[in-house]
Nanobody, 123 residues
Framework: QVQLVESGGGLVQAGGSLRLSCVAS????????MGWFRQAPGKEREFVAV????????KHGDSVKGRFTISRDNAKNTVYLQMNSLKPEDTAVYHC????????????????WGQGTQVTVSS
């Protein structure tokens, strides 16, 4: 069982930056690929980024490529999402998720989810 707790969300102006963190419980953190997804009201959950267990492989969604960066610190059981050049359309609840060792982009591939942290970008 893995428990995930996100933090770092908030209200920011367009063009600003935020860094989200997700701390995982358990001793096998490095065996999980970790993903970030987001969900805006009335929309489906959207893939944002994923990182392999070792951190050597990352993928980012097309809508955030070049602006967001996923990273992890296995010694701290933590995955991060650095978000720069934020836009109003980035407004959503951001969830982290833990899955198998493969870097999947579909929500159904992930076994464990955090409660999410709200990110609001004002224009």
């Amino acid at each position: 069982q893995v428990q995930l707790v996100e933090s770092g969300g908030g209200l920011v102006q367009a063009g600003g930056s935020l860094r989200l963190s997700c701390v995982a419980s358990g001793r096998t953190f490095s065996s999980y690929a970790m993903g970030w997804f987001r969900q805006a009201p009335g929309k489906e959950r959207e893939f944002v980024a994923v990182i392999s267990g070792s951190g050597g492989i990352t993928k980012h969604g097309d809508s955030v490529k070049g602006r967001f960066t996923i990273s992890r610190d296995n010694a701290k059981n933590t995955v991060y999402l650095q978000m720069n050049s934020l836009k109003p359309e980035d407004t959503a609840v951001y969830h982290c998720a833990a899955g198998s060792s493969a870097v999947y982009t579909k929500p159904a591939s992930y076994n464990y989810w955090g409660q999410g942290t709200q990110v609001t970008v004002s224009s």
